[in-house]
Structures are given as structure tokens and as C-alpha cells.
């Protein structure tokens, strides 16, 4: 699972190197100083997050009810905390609050979801009374405050700043399957449905408005309306589509009716705090307008066509470019990503795009020529019309350096070190986000600079020396990504990426393109850098563990925070696996911390790679088969056992546990849960066409491995090698037909797969990795044509083959990433023969390595977004060290693959079926 960016930036602001828990940050003292003036010693207070929660001695505690909330910005926080205080004190009433104004100022950010901004303290009257009584009281006291508009709320009578929902008091938590905790509360009739925060109010049908009446419905049409329905700015702008949303406002598709023009109208609330000095969107707004219009004359930059404010929100109106962002473009067109590595497509290519980036450049240099620094330049602001024109549109960062302003704000790998430690950046950095670009443009990796700068130049050689990319192409991304070069001549430039030989480049298909089988003394160095990387990961994994933390026990993605820290995915016992299968020795502290936490119902969910399955997976392993064996029984009867019917989080990987307990331990009592499973996926599976599918809980069918039907299909094959039912084979077959009928072609003649089933829409993105795509496909497919020798499924392996014979992809991941790819190809190898799915192989851990990062504590691989340093098996260390220690293992008709299969189940060829 991918979690949406404002998620990921939320983890990344509380530690330079890992994914850290905001929970961990000390608090400031001034929101603290006022509280404890107000309130009385023997009032409880204790801290969740950043929240401080103070309860009254024998305060009576609501389940759920009309909740309070008081808005404010990191400037006003403290005072009003210090006015609200005496009300909250005197009422008697429990409440929360941010735990100081640098928690506000994160809580207001453009970034922060947005059902969940705005919100300062929190108020839990214990019955209506009181809850207008306080509301009142609370009104009356900050009269004269103003703050962000609560999107989930309404505000009370007469303020600004109080506002009010209904929800839970208490925290009751459902699991999910894959271990995010959902708030719930309690309906009259005694069951529990979600606490649902949206960026609308909304209210559960039992709940009657304390302010229901006329007057209320009145305000509520004023509240938060920006008068789309009735259009903009008199109604000279009419809405006519949402293009996307954050905390700071709408972006919306529109119509100019005096010109009759397409617009597009982006809109700024008051109250967002944008950026490290926590600007208001809406002054910022006007100042990316005043900047914009004097850019208007240079062409490069987006037209502004007015400017205005409706309600309590401000808008800009500009031009509608029509085209792809940069970024989309070039992955879109890169001869790299869609493995046409003719001459004639990479100067195609390169060309093109050096145009582009000669466009680039001039944006860059007319804004130093008027002295503004555009200070965040990305491939994702820039605009491509159809006729390869740019236009920048997106100028919230820029600034004049004579006068200042703009939010402070960089894109990762696109912006200096000296211009994040300064808050602002320079010119020099303006062309160091030019480098960032066009490294994107050559591979997108760029991201990587915010773990080590040297990883993207790396990976630059590696892929220079692949595609045979002019030197002078390579020298110029260098220079240009080198935040201490002097700063480049405007005309000087110009000249070297018009002088590019990027027309006569090539002759011939670069290296890249040509298969090639292992060399012996190629593969024995790259044998021993890949032994001195598993050493040095599994230093990194003993030096970083740490044994006194409760919600951690290795730096991890994000997602141990969310869901548990035990997970095979996320947790400790994907980096134990790890270890273990790699052949290192698990530290018996390391497995004592991970014995330590619970692994009932309410701890963990079924499943293999976020629940219990995985857990006594692992312990079996290990050899601890008695604690794997009650880790495993006591999963019976999980209520979230049949939520989901995939290998990542539902039945199906639950299942495969079940068979490798049974295989291990020789308990039948695991062999018949696995047949009760497979009678499940039967009478769940939905029939088309001689395919059979599972439909999630989502709204959409997902294909692939991790959670459609060729994971499920995966568990079905090895159930059948298990228990020789023809019918259970049969069904796992169809599931498999299933995702190979997504299969959609690119226009270069690669067969992808999306990550849903389409709906009638054509799928925009397609999937090549373990978890979504071909990879994962290609790992289920492989073994039913080992089984069944059917010659039908051989031609479809070789259909699928080529797009993961891939040496270059975004992240090193195994899950959504180039080991997880790596990691398919020796599958085939083993499954095949074929000594060019080796050299595939070995040119894809090539590439891996090349995002190895030494630190003071060993080797480490960036993680999710390549942000941050992580251990875990889904995206960081632990995955990459399964596929690198395959290497010196793997041979034709060997099964080496660490990661969660039952090819020891599996029948010789052909006698399967």
C-alpha cells in the first residue's frame, strides 16, 4: 500500500534520515505555560500524539455526541488557548488541544488532510446542555479571533472560530486487514459504525442539529460556500469540473464567460499556513499573481486572468494550458521505460527534449533577469502544450530578492541543501532544479538526492553507460546538479544544450538493448559487492535496531506507525526473514522484542504480510515451530479472516500460511483450514467466461498479485499440490485467466497490466512490479505452466517477459520496485534455463546497488518515495537483501525464492493437472 504524499510528509518532518512518529517530538513550552496557569493540579493530562487531553476530576465520559472545535494559527494559538482556558475550566469539561503552535502550523499546512485541518482544541460536552452552553460561552470569549474553516464543520452562531460535529469522545478502533486502525462509534442500537472524518460536514441519521432550524440551514448555504454553483466573480467564471484538492483549496476547471476562454481556477482558504514561516494561503495567492503577471509578456509562464476574492476565499483564474506536466511526459515517452532502445527513439527523444529543456532554462533566466528567484521548479509545475511549449504554473515559492515572500517550499532532488537549511532558495538553486529535471528526464530518480546526493549521480553513470548518452549530455546534468558549482551563464548554457550531439548520438542500439548471458569474472565482482552489501545491511540492521522503542524495533516505511510494528511487510519480522534467509544469525534480543507484543484478534489481522499469518510464518522458520503453531491457531476465527480474499492482506495469503504450517509442523488441523479457505474462494468467485475473479472490499476488482486473483490463485495451486483435488486447480487456473485478460499492450509492444479491472474507463497507469503488474503475475503464471506443462501458458510467459526485463524502475523496492522485478526474473531462470533471464537478473542488482547508501551504521536502500533510509522487506533493505542473496543461489530447476511461496509443494512438470 502507497499512502497519498501529505501522508508521507507527515513522517518526514521529525527526522533527517527515517520515517519518524510525530509522537516522538517533544513539545514546545508556550501552549503548555498558559494551560497550566488556567487549570488546577488535579486535573488529568496526559499527551496522544500531539494532543494534550485534559480531563476534570470525576468529569462524566460520553461515548459520543456533539464535539466543539476552536480553529486557530500557529500566531494565535496561544492566545487563544489562554481565553479559551477559564470557559473549558469553569464548565468542567473535557477537552484536547495542539500540544504547541509548531503542531498548529503542521495541523494547518497545505499538505494536512483535509476532513482534519484546522482543529485546535476539542471539546466533548457531556450532553446538549452543556454543549450549547459552553458553545455560547466559547463564542463569546474569541469573538474578536479569527481562524481556518473547519471543512468537516459548521460553525457555531456569531463566530469564526467555533464550530461543531458529531462524532466519537472516546477512542474505539475497528482493524482493518491491513492494520490500520478505523474510528468508530456507537449508534443508539449498540453497534459500532465508522467515524467517518470528511471534508463536508456530515452527521449520522440519529443525530438531530443542536442549532436545527432556519436559521441554521441559512448559514449553513453561506458557510464554506465558494459559489460555484452560481459561478465566480459575479459569474464571470463558471465551474465546470473539480481537477483535485488539498487544504489549501480547490483546483477547478472553468469557463470564462466574457471571453468565453477555458480557465483554470485555483482557490486559497485563510488560515492554511503554507510553508517553514507558515504564510497564509490567501496572501500567498496574491503574491504568485503580482509575480505572475509581470511574467505574463515572457510566454514561459502561465497567463493570469484575474484575480479575486468570494466569500472568505481567494481565487486565480489563468489560462488552461492543454497538455502533460513534464514528468508524465517523460515517463510517458522515455525510450527507457518502454525498452524501445532504438537509435532512431532515443534521438527522437533526446531532441525533443532538449528543446524542452532549453525553454527550461530561458523560464529560469527571464525570472533572474527581474530579479526573482523561482525557488521550487519540478518536472510536475512545468506544462507541455501539444506543440512542445512550456509554460511554469505554479509559482508559490518564488520571490522577488530585492523584497522576499513566497512559501520556502522545495520539491525533493529538485532543490539544495543550503536553500532547504535557509528556507528559501537562490539562483543557484533555480538551476540545480533545471539538473534535477533533466536527470528525471533521463531516469526518474531524482528523489533519491534527499537520501544521498551520490545515488542519483550513480545511477546517472549507470544508465549513461547503458545508453551510450553523450558524455557531453552527462557533464552537463552533473554541473548543473552540483549545488557548489559556480552559477551558469545564461548564454554559456544555452549554447551547451543547444550543442548536445544528441542527433548523431547514435548509430547503433545502445549496450542496453542487447541480451546478454553472466560472464564468470563480471558475475564473481559483482558476487563479492553483493556479499559486501548483505554485510553491511545486516550491520546496519544490528546498529539501528532499537530494543527500548515500543513502536518500532528498525527504521521502517511509515506504515509501521499506522498499522503494527510486527508485520512481515513493515514490521520486525520481515527484517528477521531477512536476516534469517540470508543466511545472518537473528540476535536473540531482536526476536524477544518481537515475542513481546501481542498477536491476538485486536492486535493483528489475519493475514500473511501485515498479520499473524506472516508472523508465525516467520517464527516457523526460525525454528520456534510451537509458538509459530499457537501464533497460527489462535488466528482461528479472526473476524477479518475472509474481508479481503488476497495473498498481501486476506484469505488467500492466510491460507499459504496455513499449508506452511502444516508442511512444517505436521498438524492436518492447518491442512483443513487451508481446504476451508479454498471452499470459501469457490463459493466466492465470481465466473466470466471460463475466469473467475474476487472482488475486494473496495469499489474496484484488483488484478495482480499482492491483492487480485493471480495471488489468490498462487495459494489455490499450492492447496491443490497439497491435496491433488483437480477442481481446486481448476479454479486457480480461472483466476489466473482472469488478470491475464487485463493485460493491455503499450504502444512499443509491452504487455502491462493495471492495477484494477477496468470499469469502462481505459486504465491511465500500468503496473510492471510484484505487488501490481506483470511481476507478480508473471511469478503465479510461471508455476502454473511448471505444473499443468501447458503450452498455452508458456506462450503467455513469453508474452509477459519482456516488461520485467527491465534494468532500471523508480524505487530498488521489492514489492514497487526493481528487486521485486529481479526477484521474477530468477523465478524464470529457475523455472526456464535460460542463461539471459540471469544476465537480466544480475543487470537488474546492478542497478540495485547503485541506490546503496553507506551510513556510519552500514549499508541501507532508500524506502518508500526514496525519502528516507529504510530496513523493511516491502520497501526498503530487508526486500532488496532477498533478491540480491538469490544470486549466487539460483540455478535451472533450483526455488530459491525467500519470499513467501510453497515451491517445495509443488509437483514435478506436467504431472499437476
Not at 39 to 64: C, N, Q
Not at 411 to 423: D, E, F, Q, S
Amino acid at each position: 500500500m502507497q499512502l497519498p504524499w501529505e501522508n508521507v510528509l507527515s513522517y518526514m518532518n521529525h527526522d533527517p534520515r527515517w520515517f519518524e512518529d510525530f509522537g516522538r517530538r517533544a513539545p514546545g513550552s508556550e501552549h503548555l505555560s498558559v494551560y497550566w496557569a488556567a487549570v488546577p493540579g488535579d486535573w488529568r493530562t496526559w499527551r496522544r500524539g500531539y494532543w494534550l487531553i485534559a480531563e476534570p476530576p470525576a468529569a462524566p465520559v460520553t461515548g459520543e455526541g456533539w464535539k466543539l472545535h476552536v480553529s486557530a494559527t500557529s500566531r494565535t494559538s496561544t492566545e487563544t488557548l489562554r481565553r479559551a482556558l477559564p470557559v473549558l475550566r469553569d464548565a468542567g469539561v473535557r477537552f484536547k488541544f495542539l500540544m504547541d503552535p509548531l503542531a498548529v502550523r503542521e495541523a494547518n499546512g497545505k499538505s494536512f488532510p483535509r476532513a482534519s485541518s484546522g482543529k485546535f482544541i476539542t471539546v466533548y460536552p457531556a450532553d446538549d446542555s452543556q454543549f450549547l452552553a459552553v458553545a455560547a460561552e466559547l463564542t463569546e470569549a474569541l469573538r474578536d479571533f479569527d481562524g481556518p474553516y473547519v471543512l468537516s464543520d459548521r460553525r457555531c452562531p456569531g463566530s469564526k472560530v467555533v464550530s461543531y460535529r458529531y462524532g466519537g469522545f472516546v477512542s474505539r478502533f475497528a482493524l482493518g486487514p491491513l492494520g490500520l486502525r478505523n474510528l468508530m462509534m456507537q449508534a443508539p442500537d449498540g453497534s459500532l459504525v465508522p467515524d467517518v472524518r470528511t471534508p463536508f460536514w456530515t452527521a449520522p441519521s440519529w443525530a438531530r442539529d443542536p442549532y436545527a432550524g432556519p436559521e441554521q440551514a441559512a448559514r449553513t448555504a453561506a458557510d464554506g460556500s465558494s459559489g460555484g454553483g452560481r459561478g465566480l466573480l459575479n459569474g464571470r467564471f463558471r465551474v465546470e469540473s473539480a481537477l483535485a484538492f488539498s487544504n489549501r483549496g480547490g483546483i477547478y476547471r472553468g469557463v470564462d464567460t466574457e471571453t468565453g476562454a477555458d480557465v483554470v481556477l485555483r482557490e486559497a482558504r485563510p488560515g492554511v499556513e503554507v510553508g517553514p514561516e507558515g504564510i497564509d494561503a490567501v496572501e500567498l495567492l496574491r503574491h504568485e499573481h503580482e509575480l505572475l503577471t509581470e511574467l505574463a509578456g515572457t510566454g514561459l509562464f502561465v497567463r493570469p486572468v484575474a484575480f479575486f476574492e468570494q466569500w472568505e476565499h481567494a481565487f486565480i483564474a489563468e489560462e488552461h494550458v492543454e497538455g502533460d506536466h513534464l514528468g508524465h511526459l517523460s515517463v510517458a515517452h522515455n525510450p527507457l521505460y518502454g525498452l524501445d532502445l532504438t537509435p532512431a527513439a532515443l534521438t527522437d527523444y533526446y531532441d525533443r527534449f532538449r528543446l524542452l529543456w532549453l525553454q527550461v532554462a530561458d523560464a529560469i533566466a527571464a525570472c533572474h533577469e527581474r530579479g526573482i528567484v523561482l525557488g521550487d521548479l519540478s518536472p510536475t509545475n512545468i506544462m507541455v502544450t501539444a506543440d512542445d511549449r512550456i509554460r511554469v504554473i505554479d509559482l508559490e515559492s518564488a520571490f522577488h530578492e530585492d523584497r522576499g515572500g513566497g512559501a520556502g517550499l522545495g520539491t525533493p532532488g529538485t532543490v539544495t541543501r543550503r536553500a532547504v537549511a535557509a528556507g528559501r532558495g537562490d539562483r543557484r538553486s533555480d538551476y540545480y532544479a533545471l539538473g534535477g529535471i533533466m536527470l528525471c528526464c533521463v531516469l526518474t530518480c531524482q528523489q533519491n538526492d534527499l537520501v544521498d546526493h551520490a545515488v542519483p549521480l550513480r545511477l546517472l553513470d549507470a544508465v549513461a553507460a547503458d545508453l551510450a548518452l553523450p558524455a557531453e549530455l552527462v557533464a552537463l546534468v552533473k554541473d548543473l546538479y552540483d549545488e557548489d558549482a559556480p552559477l551558469p551563464d545564461p548564454a554559456a548554457l544555452r549554447r551547451r544544450l543547444t550543442d548536445l550531439p544528441l542527433t548523431t548520438a547514435w548509430h547503433r542500439p545502445p549496450p542496453l538493448a542487447h541480451r546478454v548471458t553472466p560472464d564468470e569474472e563480471n558475475s564473481a565482482d559483482l558476487h563479492r559487492r553483493i556479499a559486501a552489501t548483505l554485510d553491511g545491511v545486516t550491520e546496519y540492521l544490528h546498529r539501528t535496531a532499537d530494543p527500548h522503542r515500543e513502536d518500532r524495533l528498525f527504521p521502517a516505511d511509515m506504515l509501521v506507525f499506522e498499522t503494527n510494528p510486527l508485520s512481515v511487510a513493515h514490521g520486525a519480522y520481515g527484517c528477521l526473514h531477512a536476516l534469517h534467509a540470508t543466511g545472518r544469525e537473528v540476535p536473540d534480543t531482536f526476536l524477544a522484542w518481537a515475542l513481546r507484543r501481542p498477536t491476538g484478534h485486536t492486535a493483528l489481522p489475519p493475514g500473511l504480510y501485515y498479520g499473524s499469518a506472516g508472523v508465525a510464518w516467520v517464527l516457523s522458520a526460525l525454528g520456534h515451530r510451537e509458538t509459530a503453531a499457537r501464533v497460527l491457531h489462535d488466528a482461528a476465527g479472526h473476524p477479518l479472516m475472509y474481508a479481503e480474499p488476497g495473498v498481501l492482506t486476506g484469505a488467500a495469503g492466510h491460507g499459504m500460511a496455513c499449508l506452511r504450517l502444516w508442511r512444517d509442523t505436521g498438524d492436518a488441523g492447518f491442512l483443513d483450514r487451508a481446504r476451508e479457505i479454498g471452499a470459501h474462494l469457490a463459493r466466492t468467485a465470481r465466473h466470466d467466461n471460463g475466469r473467475a475473479h474476487w472482488p475486494g472490499s473496495g469499489r474496484h476488482v484488483p488484478v495482480g498479485y499482492g491483492e487480485g486473483a493471480s495471488g489468490v490463485a498462487m495459494f489455490l495451486l499450492a492447496l491443490h499440490a497439497a491435496t491433488g483435488d483437480p477442481a481446486v486447480l481448476e479454479l486457480g487456473r480461472a483466476g489466473l485467466e482472469f488478470d491475464l485478460a487485463c493485460g493491455i499492450y503499450s504502444p512499443t509492444g509491452l504487455l502491462s497490466f493495471p492495477a484494477v479491472a477496468a470499469d469502462g474507463e481505459p486504465a491511465t497507469v500500468l503496473r510492471h512490479y510484484w505487488d501490481e503488474g506483470t511481476a507478480g503475475i508473471l511469478t503465479a503464471l510461471l508455476r502454473y505452466h511448471h505444473v499443468t506443462g501447458d503450452e498455452a501458458l508458456g506462450k503467455r510467459v513469453a508474452e509477459l517477459l519482456p516488461d520485467v526485463r527491465r534494468t532500471y524502475t523508480t524505487f530498488p523496492q521489492l514489492f514497487h520496485g526493481l528487486s521485486g522485478l529481479g526477484n521474477v526474473l530468477l523465478d524464470a531462470y529457475e523455472f526456464l534455463g535460460d542463461p539471459e533471464l540471469l544476465g537480466d537478473a544480475e543487470r537488474a542488482a546492478e542497478a540495485v546497488l547503485c541506490s546503496a547508501v553507506r551510513r556510519p551504521e552500514g549499508v541501507v536502500f532508500p524506502g518508500e518515495q526514496t525519502v528516507r533510509e529504510s530496513c523493511d522487506l516491502a520497501t526498503g533493505s530487508a526486500g532488496v537483501a532477498l533478491f540480491l542473496d538469490r544470486l549466487h543461489r539460483a540455478g535451472p530447476g533450483a526455488r530459491t525464492n525467500t519470499n513467501f511461496l510453497l515451491d517445495d509443494l509443488l509437483p514435478a512438470p506436467g504431472t499437476g493437472a
